[in-house]
């Protein structure tokens, strides 16, 4: 026998006969409910003071009867519905309102996040009696930020409208626009950032960039959300409520991943993903997806699955206590033995252990060749700056390499080294290096050692800097505080402001003047002549590195 769900706690036993009684009813699958399921259901919420609902399947059958108390009911666990999903639940909502109050935001929450095919609420009359009828529909992506169409009927006894003609035109449009999302072929994505320290400028500045980093990892940004709070919320980082409202967003507009600004933890991962029921991912997982893409080398695949399992191994946890290796008997070998968790967790640290010796090999080859230079007494410079600022088109445009150069964020990975000849007959070596960002995870720094100690061997650092960004003073610090962490910030550095023909004259002048160095454009090959001068009374000119332009 069927039972009942709910609060159904007091209820007596006659009630609760009452209540099973509603199962053997049927409503014509055409009708949002029948007149006569609306007066049961309306009796009995007016002797009991409750609110009484069910859930009805598209061939009219009840399937569930739920009680809850005067305000609101709690459903039964029917599964979340995914966000990607063409077809509606094949269920309906019809429940009373004691007060025949319109739905409520709980009601429409349900409808979208269950993803049933309707949600009607039957207000309680005069003695029990049926009254006014609210109901609700989901819709398709419309432009107009809608997630649902609700209507009234001032009684159920009126005509209402075609149930199934209604759910078959509207899975037809979800379906149509599902067939439209699948030619694209990429994820889609909503980003979410957080501002805690009042700072809504540099919060809007670090959203732009990270729409930036998710269409280089090719993710199709469907919308962006920007929440300002006092502090974070331990459980999901942004509140409840804009957590619902994601949800419905992700709803409509079919939406695969979440991506957040700021780094998840553990905890907060696992918890928007239960809420959810969606991809997960914060910066530092994007940033680690981005350089896995793009690293060649055979050494840039090993830094990157470095960093990778540093970021994986805290996230391990456990899905099935079910799962674990029975130990030999004896003292100390009894119990459960080592759990599936356990063992992935040691498989992990034997990976990243394995990992950190072959990158300490690579790099005790570069110091070897490292040393071949010096002893050749050839001066290094290395190019560094934020990501995108232009360094592989400044090496290209010197040198004449054919280094990869896009407009995307960390377009080039691996280093790449070239012969450089000064006038005079003077040679020198120019490599370009990654590119920096700002809040770069501190695992990709330390598997990236073996690529940056190129750096502590610079006779020059080459600071690209992308002018016409509005954000460049931010930039800036954020390659300062990285190259301090590297322990770098005493070595000789030139500014060069890229991208320089993107401003107006009278401004490259003036940032000249308060800052130094030397304004050029990569890409039209303007002011290299300049820059190669400067290098050069920097690197072979007696004294000249007190008096060139350093930051």
């Known amino acids: 026998m069927k039972e009942i769900f709910g609060n159904t706690l007091g209820l007596k036993s006659s009630e609760q006969q009452r ?12 009708e949002i409910v029948s007149a006569e399921l609306a007066r049961h259901l309306t009796e009995l919420s007016h002797e009991l003071n409750r609110q009484v609902g069910v859930l009805i399947n598209r061939k009219g059958d009840i399937e569930h009867v739920v009680v809850g108390n005067a305000h609101k009911l709690e459903l039964p666990d029917i599964g979340r519905a995914r966000a990607g999903q063409i077809r509606l639940r094949g269920l309906r909502l019809v429940h009373t309102h004691l007060k025949s109050e319109p739905l409520t935001k709980d009601d429409l929450t349900d409808l979208a996040l269950l993803r049933l095919d309707c949600v009607a609420a039957v207000g309680v009359g005069q003695e029990g009696l049926p009254g006014v009828l609210h109901y609700a529909y989901l819709v398709p992506e419309n432009g107009t930020g809608e997630f649902w169409q609700v209507s009234k009927l001032p009684s159920v006894h009126v005509e209402q409208p075609d149930v199934l003609a209604t759910l078959d035109a509207l899975e037809e449009e979800f379906n149509r626009k599902a067939a439209a999302r699948k030619v694209s072929g990429s994820e889609r994505a909503i980003l979410v950032a957080v501002c805690l320290d009042g700072n809504r400028a540099r919060a809007e500045s670090s959203l732009e960039e990270l729409k930036e980093l998710a269409r280089t990892a090719g993710v199709e940004v469907m919308d962006s959300v ?25 709803m ?7 991506i957040f600004d700021k780094d998840l933890t553990p905890s907060q991962g696992r918890h928007i993903g239960d809420a959810t029921s969606l991809k997960v991912l914060d910066r530092t997982q994007l940033i680690l997806d981005i350089f ?16 990778q399992q540093k970021y994986r191994l805290p996230r391990l946890v456990q899905g099935d206590d079910s799962l674990s290796r029975l130990m030999g008997g004896g003292v100390g070998g009894r119990g459960p033995g080592e759990t599936k968790l356990e063992i992935d ?20 080859e570069r110091s ?45 990975l691996d280093p790449t080294s070239r012969r450089l000849r000064f006038p005079r007959e003077r040679e020198v070596i120019i490599t370009d290096t990654v590119g920096f960002i700002r809040d770069l995870p501190k695992d990709l720094v330390a598997a990236f050692r073996a690529t940056l100690e190129e750096l502590y061997d610079a006779s020059l650092l080459l600071h690209v800097v992308d002018a016409g960004d509005p954000a460049r003073d931010d930039q800036v610090e954020a390659v300062e505080t990285i190259l301090d962490s590297l322990g770098l910030m005493e070595k000789p550095r030139l500014m060069v402001w890229n991208k320089a023909d ?18 050029i454009s990569a890409a039209k090959r303007e002011g290299l002549a300049t820059l190669l001068a400067k290098a050069d009374t920097t690197l072979f000119a007696e004294g000249a590195s007190e008096s060139m332009g350093v930051v």
């Not at 709070?229 to 419905?248: S, T, V």
């Not at 409509?252 to 979440?258: A, G, I, P, Y």
């Not at 896995?292 to 960093?307: N, S």
């Not at 190019?383 to 088109?393: C, D, L, P, R, W």
């Open 19 to 30: 209540l099973r009684n509603t199962f053997r009813r049927r409503v014509d699958p055409r």
């Open 345 to 364: 967790r040691r498989r992990v640290r034997e990976r990243i252990t394995n990992l950190e010796k072959r990158i300490d090999l690579i790099s005790r």
């Open 368 to 412: 070897v060749r490292r040393a071949q230079r010096n002893r050749r007494e050839v001066p290094v410079i290395s190019i560094v700056g934020y990501t995108n600022a232009g360094k592989s088109t400044l090496l290209n445009a010197i040198t004449n390499a054919q280094v990869l150069a896009e407009d995307k964020l960390f377009a080039t």
């Open 252 to 258: 409509q507009s079919m939406v695969d991943v979440l």
């Open 502 to 519: 993107l401003l107006p004259p009278d401004e490259v002048e003036q940032l000249l003047r308060s800052r130094g160095g030397v304004a």
């Open 226 to 250: 920007l929440q300002v709070r006092r502090e974070a919320d331990p459980r999901y980082l942004i509140g409840r409520g804009k957590l619902d409202d994601l949800n419905l967003r992700s």
């Open 292 to 307: 896995a893409q793009r690293a060649q080398t055979a050494e840039g695949k090993l830094q990157v699955e470095l960093a």
